[in-house]
């Protein structure tokens, strides 16, 4: 965990210094109530939007929808369908002046998603069933509750803490140590699905300008500083405190995820021009649509 934290304390003093020399910070977005969280899920997004830009073939349904989504370890995005209409009035473009580099580690994540994420991910789908993929997406998306709860405080979103409290309760008991979601389906409480990046956002710091991170994917500076925080608000760190192990369970938690979302990442790439372009413009009117909730 000392060597995870110092990266992140590396990245974090690299990309402050960046943000000085270039002066890109933008103005804030509107102030208000952010809904649904990070990173984490920005597939059906950067997909929905692309299809707006060149026309694409029928899409493939995911019968996993109905199941809460935890990237870090978020939800599944919630209303993002009907966003995208709006998305497509225009909004403001992120700053993007790190752009060649942030291509080259496009490049590299494309490229390790096919060759390696996809393959891996395909076979585990193949040797595991859906709904037991599913109870492990639901055990990791309420292991790291201390997250969103916090950041709902963070943002004087009580009743949102409150739910996400009685949330963990429920579903660590009733529901198996969280991999039914009892909460959800019997009580109608939905995951609050918050985040340090977007507190940083409801105090009117603006997200500065985008990254692509390796193996990270899509981020913006204050989404990778508020990634970066939340390392210490995560269980799994302090539960999994060796390297190693802790790495091994992210990467089974990440093969589990891809395995229940394959083939949106491929309609991105089918559906648009350039498919940097659509992922960096899908992440950034998919985070600030979330300001406006």
């Not at 340090?196 to 692509?212: E, K, N, R």
């Not at 204050?222 to 192990?245: C, E, S």
């Amino acid at each position: 965990m000392g060597l995870r934290r110092t990266y992140a304390a590396f990245l974090l003093s690299g990309l402050i210094g960046l943000l000085t020399v270039c002066g890109w910070a933008s103005a804030a977005p509107p102030s208000g109530l952010y809904h649904d969280s990070e990173f984490q899920d920005h597939h059906v997004a950067t997909r929905d939007l692309a299809q707006n830009e060149v026309p694409a073939a029928p899409q493939k349904t995911d019968d996993s929808a109905d199941a809460p989504e935890a990237l870090d370890n978020t939800a599944e995005p919630v209303g993002m369908e009907e966003d995208a209409e709006g998305w497509s009035e225009g909004l403001g473009a992120i700053p993007d002046p790190l752009e060649p580099m942030n291509r080259a580690f496009f490049q590299f994540n494309d490229k390790l998603y096919f060759w390696v994420l996809k393959p891996v991910s395909e076979g585990y789908g193949w040797a595991v069933p859906q709904t037991a993929r599913v109870c492990v997406r639901n055990f990791f998306s309420n292991l790291i509750m201390p997250i969103r709860a916090i950041s709902c405080l963070l943002q004087g979103k009580i009743k949102g803490l409150g739910i996400e409290v009685l949330r963990f309760v429920v579903n660590s008991t009733v529901g198996f140590a969280g991999f039914q979601d009892v909460a959800r389906q019997q009580m109608d409480l939905p995951m609050q699905d918050e985040d340090l990046g977007q507190v940083f956002a409801f105090y009117g710091i603006g997200p500065g300008f985008y990254i692509d991170l390796p193996i990270l994917g899509p981020s913006s500076l204050r989404d990778t500083v508020g990634w970066a925080g939340q390392l210490y608000l995560n269980p799994l760190d302090y539960i999994v405190k060796d390297w190693w192990p802790n790495i091994g369970i992210r990467s089974y938690d990440l093969v589990n995820r891809t395995s229940l979302r394959i083939g949106e990442y491929e309609d991105l790439k089918r559906a648009s021009l350039d498919p940097y372009v659509a992922l960096r413009d899908a992440y950034h009117q998919y985070r600030t649509s979330q300001t406006e909730k």
